[in-house]
């Protein structure tokens, strides 16, 4: 009688951090779109005064260095979702999406 494969306890703890992590590609995703909304706020840079800016990067930084954490919440795609949603009513990058290069 083959013997079953059995986890160690050093296999099973790393199983549990495996599945606690974060979905490190999610957090990717949503550092991109963080990156293309800072992008674009750059290239509006003349048409805001340096106070917005300089809040809108703030807020930017603060957000990109917690994706991260963001990623583990239950809520993260809806949380970052909104987030995402009231970056672009400042810097419009919705409606600077050419519709031919979505898939």
């Not at 009688?1 to 992590?21: E, F, K, V, W, Y």
């Not at 909304?37 to 290239?43: F, P, Y």
């Not at 239950?74 to 050419?98: F, H, N, P």
Request: aromatic share 6%.
């Amino acid at each position: 009688m083959a013997s079953s494969p059995r986890l160690t306890s050093i296999d099973q703890n790393h199983l549990r951090a495996l599945a606690g992590s974060p979905c490190h590609c999610l957090a990717e995703f949503f550092r991109q779109e963080f990156l293309k909304h800072h992008q674009c706020l750059q290239r509006q840079r003349e048409y805001y005064s340096d106070a917005a800016i300089a809040q809108a990067e703030d807020a930017l930084l603060r957000i990109m260095g917690q994706v991260d954490h963001l990623c583990q919440r239950d809520d993260a795609c809806e949380l970052i979702g909104q987030l995402l949603r009231q970056l672009d009513v400042v810097t419009k990058l919705s409606a600077w999406t050419d519709p031919e290069t979505l898939h």
